[in-house]
């Protein structure tokens, strides 16, 4: 089979096509022929080498988010996932191939209204926005700025935020074209990325971008505002950020990062499948910035590093 690796560490570059062979599905594992692949930032951070600590090695395959049919089931699955149409998560690679594994427990049943697409577009990306403001204690009526709200997670955030009734929902984006486009999604106010336009505060911010600016965003907050970082698309933030806290104390901040994987897998696909059947319902919009072939994962992440997604890059295989 057809499998994007990592070759060398950094730039999009040194993504390859390589043939492997199939992996096998192992114990609590479901083997997926893939139909769609989700391109996430995570999968630019780890190609860049930024988490090399978390060892990964040269030949890695990148890839978390994939949708397809499980083709096999290993030891201890219910071999009656086997041809169903599924969304599936690897975890932190396997996704960018012909054939990947995942584990059982990560399944969500594909409605047949959903496409693969717009799945891998949903999945991940909705659950991190829906728990990332469940973290925040986000409450309908409250205001909310969404940081970094282009990308998979923010869009979702965006219109999570305003379907449950968010008093307000600014975001914050780098261009006049992208402001517009995040009105459409339910977005009420726009400042740019360093957070300028307003002066207004904000009960929850969701923080996808972190990184040297993430401080200056604490004097956003409303008292007893909230501020939960679920992404690090600009890197860590300064080494000093908690002294910012501390300069307006008396206004009873909070900070958090919030991770999925703290999530237990029943939540997060019964939130998935919600996702699914909200779009179907047509509550939901999937943006799905562009359908690449898989062997374009170079030409997706040239795109990225670019800044020019606004949404999801799509990878899918050929057609065996
Ligand atoms: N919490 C979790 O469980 C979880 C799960 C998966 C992924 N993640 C994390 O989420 C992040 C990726 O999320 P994503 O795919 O939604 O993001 P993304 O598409 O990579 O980036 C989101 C947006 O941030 C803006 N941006 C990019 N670089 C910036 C910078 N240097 N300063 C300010 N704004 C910048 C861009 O919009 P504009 O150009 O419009 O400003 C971009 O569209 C990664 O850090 C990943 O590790 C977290």
Redesign the pocket.
Known sequence: MKAVAVQAFGGPEGLAVIDLPAPEPAEGQVLIATEAIGV???D??IRSGALAAYGFRDGHILGGEIAGTVTATGPGVDPDWAGQRVWAFTGVGGGYAEQAVAPAETLVPLPSATSAADAVTLG??GA?AHF?LRHAHFAPGESVLVR?A?????IMAVQLAARAGAGAVAV????PE?ADRLRELGATRVLD?AGEGTADTYDVILD??A?P?LPSFFAKLSPNGRLVA?????GDPPSDFGKHLFAAFQKSLSFAT????TVPQADRRAVTADLFAAANRGELTSVVHEVLPLEQAVLAHRK?HA?E?FGRIVLTPAKS
């Open positions: 996430g930032g995570v630019a951070v991940s990306s991190v990332g970094g282009a990308g998979g997670i923010g914050t984006t780098s261009s992208r990325r996808v971008v990184g600016g679920v992404g690090a698309v600009a919030f991770s999925a994987n990225m800044g997604v």
